[in-house]
């Protein structure tokens, strides 16, 4: 019963910028990590960011200096603002996150991705 539903996603010339968003809803007891992977075709999905609900966030060297991935707990939604986009940050971007259904259970869910395209 719980959803992870992305938005944001789309096709933008290189240089420019796109800001994702992903919320989560249903039974939600509790958020730990929010991250966001994406996979291009033909690759492994691979971790782009993540940030703890305490705030502290990680970051792919391939990204560094151009996205930031931040949070609004009380939304239980995760962004991840991308500047400075190249064409070899095309893919599939997935957002994940582990989620407390109760104060004994959680597990990892994922959205459904959304598609980024940076091309000219």
């Known amino acids: 019963q719980v959803q992870l539903v992305e938005s944001g996603g789309g096709l933008v010339q290189p240089g420019g910028s796109l800001r994702l968003s992903c919320a989560a809803s249903g039974r939600i007891f509790g958020i730990n990590v929010m991250g966001w992977y994406r996979q291009a075709p033909g690759k492994e999905r691979e971790l782009v960011a993540a940030?703890?609900?305490?705030?502290?966030?990680n970051y792919a060297d391939s990204v560094k200096g151009r996205f930031t991935i931040s949070r609004d707990n009380a939304k239980n939604t995760v962004y991840l603002q991308m500047n400075s986009l190249k064409p070899e940050d095309t893919a599939v971007y997935y957002c994940?996150?582990?989620?407390?259904?109760?104060?004994?259970?959680?597990?990892?869910?994922w959205g459904q991705g959304t598609q980024v395209t940076v091309s000219s």
């Open positions: 940030i703890t609900n305490g705030g502290s966030t």
């Open positions: 994940k996150a582990k989620i407390w259904t109760s104060i004994l259970s959680s597990a990892d869910y």
